[in-house]
């Protein structure tokens, strides 16, 4: 990942894990607590792509295994997400702009689910039932409704951010590139003209100029 992927993906996830922690944690909702860590993860992979979004998700699963007050197995979390990034940037749009909002939010809906199903999978293997006793099918209606409820105030500002990240100057050589590739596009698909086919047409016209200059010097040598 480049240095400017580093730097706001770092920012994001700690600013999202202190808010998880201290105030989403906090509220005491029916079920289960909004994600917003995982709403960040989901909002950089839509940008990223899928190996972006596995190490956005791997580093920032673990930053929450870590954070107290975590009482789970450290890389439990962080493999819940890493999985998670990687399959939510398959479906990054190839031209990096969102068309509607049914995909994005449909993308939250799944894996809201599919990080509660693999978070307790991983805790029934390391011997943690916690979610027998809490109750599964509560426990993917809050975290499939709260997630929903507060994506579109996440999701569309961290892609935002992150496709602002792109322009940054240290990839001023990148950038340079394509907009030579873009200046020579518009040229030839202005004129309709190739740049080899404007020098052809330069050199005929130039031969013409010489014929023609030639046969003056000749009529006026006969007069």
Known sequence: MRVNRILLSSA?????????V???????????????????????ALVYGHVGGALVGFGAGLLA???????????RYALVLCVIGYLAGLVKPETGR???ATGPMAVVVAAAVASTLLYAGVGALVG????RHVGLGSLLFTAALYDLLLAPFVVPGIMALARRAENDPLAESTSAAATTDLSSGWLSGGTGLKIGSQRNGLRVKAARARMARAGRIKGVKRL
């Open 12 to 20: 994001l996830v700690v600013v999202a894990l202190v808010i998880q």
């Open 22 to 44: 201290s105030v989403l944690a906090r509220l005491h909702l029916p079920g289960a607590v909004p994600d917003l860590l995982l709403l960040t993860v989901l909002g950089l």
């Open 65 to 75: 295994d870590l954070a107290p007050p975590a009482d789970h197995a450290a890389g």
């Open 98 to 100: 969102l068309k509607s």
């Open 128 to 131: 943690d039932t916690a979610a």
